[in-house]
């Protein structure tokens, strides 16, 4: 496990690094959380091996929900700190190894804890759903448990914020059976992209 600190999340360096490892929220694209191939696997495969062979991607235009997602993640932070008292650590990238073919973007992490953190900043109305569930949204289950797969942790701290509302915040632990599917489809993934990387390159 690699934790980049070198450069912060949204930057250059960290595109760049994105374009040639594939990231916890791509999961998803590879497969199913009952370890069934996602019906976008083909053409995620596709695009990444583009953008390994140009070092470019399509840009990416933020909508307003993202943008508000991202002027409210240090303050979620910062209140997710203060109300667990745990100190939040952040960084750029943890890599899976030094080949860095994989990788999750933590929101934060304590190292010391050896505990992740994964913060949503939901409009209100999701916010109030998730509260009202009181459960990790089955939008992020394969994101939260490829970073417990890639770091090897046992817990990852999910929480869903919103500024003057009460914030869900529940720890999320292993789930072997998943953690082995996502391994083992990562891999397999990252075995045909290579394959297809070397066959469009020569």
């Given at each position: 496990?690699?934790?980049?600190?070198?450069?912060?999340?949204?930057?250059?360096?960290?595109?760049k690094a994105r374009l040639h490892s594939v990231g916890g929220t791509g999961i998803s694209?590879?497969?199913?959380?009952?370890?069934?191939?996602?019906?976008?696997?083909?053409?995620?495969?596709?695009?990444?091996?583009?953008?390994?062979?140009?070092?470019?991607?399509?840009?990416?235009?933020?909508?307003?929900?993202?943008?508000?997602?991202?002027?409210?993640?240090?303050?979620?932070?910062?209140?997710?700190?203060?109300?667990?008292?745990?100190?939040?650590?952040?960084?750029?990238m943890i890599f899976s190894d030094e080949n860095k073919e994989w990788h999750v973007s933590?929101?934060?992490?304590?190292?010391?804890?050896?505990?992740?953190?994964?913060?949503?900043?939901?409009?209100?109305?999701?916010?109030?759903?998730?509260?009202?569930?009181?459960?990790?949204?089955?939008?992020?289950?394969?994101?939260?448990?490829?970073?417990?797969?890639?770091?090897?942790?046992?817990?990852?701290?999910?929480?869903?914020?919103?500024?003057?509302?009460?914030?869900?915040?529940?720890?999320?632990?292993?789930?072997?059976?998943?953690?082995?599917?996502?391994?083992?489809?990562?891999?397999?993934?990252?075995?045909?992209?290579?394959?297809?990387?070397?066959?469009?390159?020569?």
């Amino acid at each position: 496990m690699i934790i980049e600190t070198g450069f912060i999340q949204g930057s250059v360096e960290w595109h760049k690094a994105r374009l040639h490892s594939v990231g916890g929220t791509g999961i998803s694209k590879i497969t199913t959380s009952i370890g069934k191939e996602s019906k976008s696997r083909g053409d995620f495969l596709i695009e990444k091996a583009s953008q390994r062979i140009t070092g470019r991607s399509k840009p990416l235009f933020p909508s307003y929900e993202m943008q508000w997602g991202t002027e409210h993640e240090q303050e979620a932070r910062e209140s997710f700190s203060f109300i667990r008292d745990i100190e939040v650590a952040e960084c750029a990238m943890i890599f899976s190894d030094e080949n860095k073919e994989w990788h999750v973007s933590p929101d934060g992490f304590s190292l010391e804890r050896e505990e992740g953190f994964e913060v949503k900043c939901p409009q209100l109305k999701n916010h109030l759903e998730y509260l009202k569930a009181g459960t990790l949204p089955t939008a992020y289950r394969l994101q939260v448990q490829t970073s417990l797969a890639l770091t090897g942790w046992d817990t990852w701290w999910f929480m869903s914020y919103f500024p003057g509302v009460k914030s869900l915040i529940i720890p999320i632990h292993r789930d072997e059976k998943l953690i082995q599917i996502i391994k083992d489809e990562v891999a397999r993934f990252l075995e045909d992209l290579n394959n297809l990387v070397t066959k469009l390159s020569a």
